[in-house]
């Protein structure tokens, strides 16, 4: 049985099964080492997650017994690449709320993924005085890629501004997305402040308006289960680095209407049915966007990390990071003008943390953590423009996954505390 939560997180209605976190651990040979003479602490998931065993079994596994280019071999090794290949687009299909496979495009991450729509999309639909609508916490990947389209086809730029807590503000939505307005584009959970966006609510108002809506999900679809349907989304881009899989690797996912009327954005071998010097026709979905060969191995081996995903259930994952993020909540209050932003409800966010010491540079906290084997990311997080409207220029920034339990916030917190001592604050 499954229901639907506020922000479109599938939830279930029985409850979720705790992640046995020492078991999960043991899975992941990175983290059983020590570094500057402490056990690792990996709290920079958001940035890209470790890999489990299995996922790296599976990138040898290719490697050593399966390896040959995908889709025109007539040969036995070029049928088992193409078919784990294959096997792995249906199962993001799969993953993604039961869509058609046709309708996954794999790329080498959500960057690349925002930069074909910009291009393909973008170019054919977006015209002069159009307007192209974002937020305020965009992420680069998710704000160059339209800015350059609005420069190329001299159309407008729009944000939806955020409020001070950290959630997007509505208030004006109907201002902002006009009839002029061909794109919305916006995150699924911010990489900054862990706010979990009402992309639904956004996506619905974008549609009485005539836009389509793309959905950044590169944040989100690590840690809950992903309906693109459910969203409302026309497209969702997303990468499997963050997902326990291997770099490289993205998804670009589209309703097959609207993928069908694009051009192609990069062109070479296997996008094509039939080259001439005087006539080009295309390949089918979806390979009419999988120009040249691929991450073959590293598509194969995202296979095996949705399947270490599935079998831990993405409820579950998401439920267990929000007891992290809680608790982290509880002890970092213990440290006095630590200012954590973003939503304070845990319920309206991810498990990434971002915070600033009242004296202390991001740089320095995460150097210090460093030292004592705790990985974190401090700076702009790709994405400037919130720092300017949250008036930093850098935070520093804790995120979690499945491997994390709270005695690694223990330690960041304690690390924290050490630090205000050594700095003489
Ligand atoms: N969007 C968001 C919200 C991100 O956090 C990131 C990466 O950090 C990206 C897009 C880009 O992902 P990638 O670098 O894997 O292409």
Redesign the pocket.
């Known amino acids: 049985m499954s229901s639907k939560t506020k922000n479109n997180i599938v939830s279930t209605i029985e409850p979720p099964v705790e992640l046995d976190v020492a078991a999960i651990r043991a899975d992941f040979p990175i983290l059983d080492q020590k570094i500057n003479g402490h056990t690792l602490v990996y709290l920079d998931s ?2 890209s997650s470790q890999k489990p065993r299995e996922v790296i079994n599976a990138l040898l596994e290719h490697y050593r017994h399966n390896h040959s280019n995908i889709h025109r071999g007539l040969h036995t090794l070029a049928e088992r690449s193409t078919e784990g290949y294959e096997k792995t687009r249906s199962h993001v299909a799969q993953f993604i709320g039961g869509v058609p496979t046709e309708e996954v495009i794999f790329t080498s ?4 993924s ?1 930069n074909l729509l910009a291009y393909a999309w973008g170019d054919l639909n977006v015209h002069e005085g159009d307007e192209i609508v974002i937020t305020e916490m ?2 680069h ?2 704000i160059v890629p339209w800015f350059q389209l609005a420069q190329r086809r001299k159309a407008i730029l729009k944000t939806i501004p955020i409020t001070v807590c950290g959630h997007l503000d509505l208030s004006n939505l109907d201002t902002i997305i006009t009839p002029r307005t061909k794109i919305v584009a916006l ?1 699924h ?3 900054v402040l862990g706010t979990i966006n009402p992309v639904a609510e956004i996506a619905e108002a974008a549609h009485k308006k005539g836009a389509i809506v793309v959905v ?1 999900a ?2 989100s679809a690590p840690h809950t289960t992903i309906d693109v349907r459910a969203l409302g989304a026309d497209f969702v ?1 997303f ?1 499997s ?2 997902m326990l899989g291997p770099t490289g690797v ?1 998804v670009l996912w589209g309703r097959s209407e609207l993928l069908e009327e694009m051009p192609p954005f990069n062109t070479g071998g296997e996008m094509i049915r039939e080259v001439r010097f005087d006539k080009i026709t295309w390949n089918e979905l979806p390979h009419k966007f999988e120009a040249g060969t691929p991450n073959i191995a590293g598509v194969i081996a995202f296979d095996a990390a949705l399947s270490y995903l599935d079998k831990l259930g993405m409820y579950n994952i998401h439920h267990h990071e929000m007891e992290i993020t809680r608790y982290a909540f509880e002890r970092l209050s213990e440290l006095d003008g630590l200012e954590i932003q973003g939503p304070q409800v845990v319920e309206d966010r991810g498990g990434t943390i971002s915070f600033t010491d009242p004296v202390i540079h991001p740089h320095d906290i995460s150097t210090f953590l460093d030292s004592h084997g705790i990985a974190i990311r401090a700076g702009h997080h ?1 994405a400037q423009p919130l720092m300017r409207v949250m008036g930093k220029v850098a935070t520093a920034r804790a995120s979690c996954y499945v491997y994390n339990d709270k005695s690694e916030i223990d330690a960041l917190v304690d690390c924290l505390k050490d630090m205000r001592k050594y700095f003489g604050v």
């Open positions: 958001a940035a991450g959500a960057t690349e925002l965009e992420h990947a998710n995150c959970m911010s990489n950044d590169a944040q881009a990468s680095h963050k993205g790709c």
